[in-house]
C-alpha cells in the first residue's frame, strides 16, 4: 500500500505565498519523478510541475519564476513553494509520484487526495 498524504492549502490573497508539501508512505522501492497538478472548476487537470529523481525541474510557463519545487529523496518527500499568487491559481492542487514498489517490478503513477488552494483579488 502506498499514500500520499499533501498539506499546506488554504486561502491567501492575491500576492501572497503558499508552501505544498507531499509526502510519500507504504512499501517502496524508489521513487522517480515527482510533481503537482490542479485542477480549476470546470477544467482539466494540467500540469504545474515535477521535478525528477535526480533534480531535474520542469514547470508550467504559467507558474514559472513565482513556484519553485523541491525534493527531499530520504523522505519521499516532494514541496511546491509558490510566491506572487494570483486569483487564477485557484485550483486543487494534486501531488503525484511516480514509484516502485517491489524491486524489478514496473513503476506506477500514484496520486495524493488533493488540497484546495484559494487565491482572492
Known amino acids: 500500500q502506498v499514500q500520499l498524504v499533501e498539506s499546506g492549502g488554504g486561502l491567501v490573497q492575491a500576492g501572497g505565498s503558499l508552501r505544498l508539501s507531499c509526502e510519500a508512505s507504504?512499501?517502496?522501492?524508489?521513487?522517480?519523478?515527482m510533481g503537482w497538478y490542479r485542477q480549476a472548476p470546470g477544467n482539466q487537470r494540467e500540469l504545474v510541475a515535477t521535478?525528477?529523481?535526480?533534480?531535474?525541474?520542469d514547470y508550467a510557463d504559467s507558474v514559472k519564476g513565482r513556484f519553485t519545487i523541491s525534493r527531499d529523496n530520504a523522505k519521499n518527500a516532494v514541496t511546491l513553494e509558490m510566491n506572487s499568487l494570483k486569483p487564477e491559481d485557484t485550483a486543487v492542487y494534486y501531488c503525484k509520484a511516480n514509484l516502485v514498489r517491489v524491486y524489478y517490478t514496473r513503476s506506477r503513477d500514484y496520486w495524493g487526495q488533493g488540497t484546495q488552494v484559494t487565491v482572492s483579488s
Open positions: 507504504g512499501t517502496i522501492f524508489s521513487v522517480n519523478a
Open positions: 521535478i525528477s529523481s535526480g533534480g531535474s525541474k
